[in-house]
């Protein structure tokens, strides 16, 4: 499975972004989620969803302010992004495939970054 993201940008605080990424393949049957790596930092766990879309999971400091959705028919999964900070600028990147357990999701496949810069 091939990812390509995009829709990153420069956001004032407060501001909202959506960010896209195509899947090559059917995502229906897959995990499918985000995450993030900031500067000088460790890549870190976004948001997940579920298989076939289920409940999904979501970092303690995203909750409240960032959702995940699909769109099978396009392939296409979302991560809306409302209430921006300043922390959340990042390389924001997609992920697919492979499990969910214990609080951790290991995908299988990632996609190339886009970057979110939020300025305050």
């Known amino acids: 499975v091939q990812l390509q993201a995009f829709g990153g940008g420069l956001v004032q605080a407060g501001g909202s972004l959506r960010l896209s990424c195509a899947a090559s393949g059917r995502i229906d049957s897959y995990f499918m989620g985000w995450f993030r790596q900031a500067p000088r930092k460790e890549r870190e766990f976004v948001i997940v969803?579920?298989?076939?879309?289920?409940?999904?999971y979501l970092s303690d400091s995203v909750k409240g302010r960032f959702t995940i959705s699909r769109d099978y028919a396009k392939k296409m999964v979302y991560l809306q992004m409302n209430g921006l900070r300043p922390e959340d600028t990042a390389v924001y990147y997609c992920a697919v495939g492979g499990v969910y357990t214990s609080g951790h999701y290991y995908p299988d496949y990632w996609g190339q970054g886009t970057l979110v810069t939020v300025s305050s």
């Open positions: 969803s579920g298989r076939s879309g289920a409940i999904p």
